[in-house]
């Protein structure tokens, strides 16, 4: 571990709790802020979420933009957005003309196209005690210090079981089991991230154009890796949210997510030179149980990379001015 990154690198979200503070902060800065959250049928969660992002922008003025990205999802996820005004976008609309492809990743990367602001927040959708410090946690080191261009959370993660009950710090299963050990192994600079595939994150626009993006689960550890190579360990941070609560994934859909980030930290070994050049099979195979008995179950992951956004002669949507 880097103590000296982990001592000028780690915060506190009470660090930035003073909104007014922060807010003439921001306004000093000259830099306008875009919160984009990728969407996928979370109605049960996606109403309060936007109601404090909105209390945000319209109180504190830390909030320029706030946007969904949404996934085409079913319920009435993008039906709550569009009662509160806030901007809806799909993510198969974006980028119309390149080849399609699918997953929160992908949702990510294209939100780049649309979300106008120097800053970029991004918040997961699925959040139950969602409150105002998932953005000025975020927000805050980002305004503070300017050398700092990318920044994630970490938080406690309690696993909830399916009748409710509640074992604590026992979430980030696939970090620990699976992320952890390799980016030790291989980038033990990322070790010292507490939480490396936190679902929030935030960073300076010029970072994230620079980069390219993953598809599916496998953006969190590629954004990591990519940064890290581009602009170093200092240009990171991370800031303490204290818990987090959403609904845990079952184990056979936490076994496609470490597959698919499996297939990404492949291609990064490979770029590394510390890898085989015969790429790894794209095909998860795996057993459920139905009715007491074991039956083979074959799945396709495609992990597909995008290029740095930065890259492509695009025409991006509207104008975005500073509210």
Same mark, same amino acid.
């Given at each position: ?11 506190d979200?009470?660090?930035f709790? &003073?909104?007014?503070?922060l ?12 919160? #984009?959250?990728?969407?996928l ?9 936007? &109601? ?12 320029d933009?706030?946007a ?22 799909? &993510?198969?609309e974006?980028?119309?003309d ?23 927040i991004?918040?997961?959708s &699925? ?13 805050g ?5 300017p ?5 994630k959370p ?11 009950g ?11 089991v ?12 990322l ?5 490396? !595939? ?8 010029q ?13 969190e550890?590629g954004?990591l890796?990519n940064?890290?190579?581009?602009? #170093? ?7 303490? !949210?204290?818990?987090r609560v959403?609904?845990n ?5 936490? #076994? ?11 291609r ?5 030179g510390?890898?085989?050049e015969k ?17 083979p179950?074959?799945?396709?992951? #495609? ?13 991006r949507a ?6």
């Amino acid at each position: 571990m880097d103590e000296t990154w982990l001592r000028e690198r780690t915060f506190d979200h009470r660090d930035f709790a &003073d909104l007014a503070a922060l807010g003439a902060r921001k306004a000093s800065s000259g830099l306008s802020v875009s919160v #984009g959250l990728p969407t996928l049928n979370v109605a049960k969660t996606l109403g309060p979420i936007l &109601d404090v992002c909105q209390g945000l922008k319209e109180e504190s003025g830390l909030i320029d933009q706030l946007a969904i990205i949404d996934s085409r999802s079913v319920d009435e996820t993008v039906e709550i957005a569009l009662a509160r005004g806030v901007e809806v976008y799909f &993510d198969d609309e974006i980028l119309p003309d390149l080849p399609p492809a699918a997953g929160k990743g992908e949702a990510l990367w294209k939100s780049l196209a649309v979300l106008k602001g120097d800053l970029i927040i991004w918040i997961d959708s &699925d959040i139950a005690n969602f409150d105002a410090r998932f953005i000025y946690g975020l927000l805050g080191p980002l305004l503070t210090f300017p050398e700092i261009g990318y920044i994630k959370p970490f938080y406690r993660r309690p696993l909830i079981g399916a009748s409710g009950g509640r074992e604590e710090n026992e979430g980030g299963r696939v970090t620990e089991v699976c992320v952890r050990p390799l980016l030790s192994m291989f980038w033990p600079e990322l070790a010292n991230l507490i939480q490396p !595939l936190s679902g929030e994150s935030g960073g300076r626009r010029q970072i994230l154009e620079s980069v390219p993006f993953f598809t599916d689960y496998a953006v969190e550890v590629g954004l990591l890796v990519n940064i890290l190579r581009r602009h #170093g360990l200092l240009s990171m941070a991370q800031v303490d !949210l204290e818990e987090r609560v959403h609904t845990n994934q079952p184990l056979h859909k936490l #076994g496609r997510m470490s597959f698919a980030i499996m297939q990404a930290i492949w291609r990064l070994l490979r770029e590394d030179g510390l890898v085989m050049e015969k790429p790894p099979y794209a095909r998860r195979e795996t057993f459920a149980v139905v009715d007491g008995r074991y039956v083979p179950v074959s799945e396709e992951i #495609g992990v597909v990379e995008r290029p740095p956004l930065a890259t492509l002669d695009i025409d991006r949507a509207g104008d975005f001015t500073e509210a």
